[in-house]
């Protein structure tokens, strides 16, 4: 199994763009065999998938999430990206990235989660 | 409002054994396979049952999985106070085209 951790800014003000980065170790993010995805979750709240993005690009979106959001891979580093656009308080969160295999829906590793909180 | 319903929370004493129910519609969980996954207290959540019954490497078979029709029940057996945390089904919606989970079920070991 892979690792996967989350880094960015833990405060962003409302209206401006979440960023955040999934770093991935022990296995290469270009392998074929998986996806990789984005999901969050509010204080003592349920787990809301926001999407996940294949190593071709290809990708899926919430779409209640899904014009404001984009998720990319960055192959070079081994990395894969959150933004989320126009953020409001709504959008404080604990985000985590995942691994899935492709063709399946369950997400077979977690990073240990960023907190993101919305505020002026 | 989640598009899986679970009930909120489920108790049950050392070493008994519990059910948590997940429920759906024919575009996610009647046409597609559950997973279930362990949130321990500060934690990330963790695989617990894939492919409606499949459970990882390492997962002891004390956790059990089933589906039938729209609905999916997850099973412990010889619960311990290690066992309390959040459990949350998941499955693919093909109606929504996305991932979706249940609201979460708190286990209290009493």
């Known amino acids: 199994q892979v690792q996967l951790q989350e880094s960015g800014p833990g405060l962003v003000k409302p209206s401006q763009a979440l960023s955040l980065t999934c770093t991935v170790s022990g296995g290469s993010i270009s392998s074929g065999s998986y996806y990789w995805s984005w999901i969050r979750q509010p204080a003592g709240k349920a787990l809301e998938w926001i999407g996940r993005?294949?190593?071709?690009?290809?990708?899926n979106y919430n779409p209640s999430l899904k014009s404001r959001v984009t998720i990319s891979v960055d192959s070079s580093k081994n990395q894969f990206s959150l933004t989320l656009s126009s953020v409001t308080a709504a959008d404080t969160a604990v985000y985590y990235c995942?691994?899935?295999?492709?063709?399946?829906?369950?997400?077979?590793?977690w990073g240990q989660g960023t907190l993101v909180t919305v505020s002026s | 409002q989640s598009v899986l319903t679970q009930p909120p929370s489920v108790s049950a004493a050392p070493g008994q054994k519990v059910t948590i129910s997940c429920s759906g519609s024919g575009s996610n969980i009647g046409n597609n396979y559950v997973c279930w996954y362990q949130q321990l207290p500060g934690t990330a959540p963790k695989l617990l049952i894939y492919?409606?019954?499949k459970r990882p490497s390492g997962i002891p078979d004390r956790f059990s999985g089933s589906k039938s029709g729209a609905s999916a029940t997850l099973g412990i057996t010889g619960l311990h106070t290690g066992d309390e945390a959040d459990y949350y089904c998941?499955?693919?919606?093909?109606?929504?085209?996305?991932?979706?989970f249940g609201g979460g079920t708190k286990l209290t070991v009493l």
């Open positions: 995942a691994s899935g295999v492709q063709g399946r829906s369950h997400l077979d590793s």
């Open positions: 998941g499955t693919w919606d093909g109606s929504l085209g996305a991932v979706v």
């Open positions: 492919e409606n019954k």
């Open positions: 993005v294949y190593p071709s690009g290809s990708t």
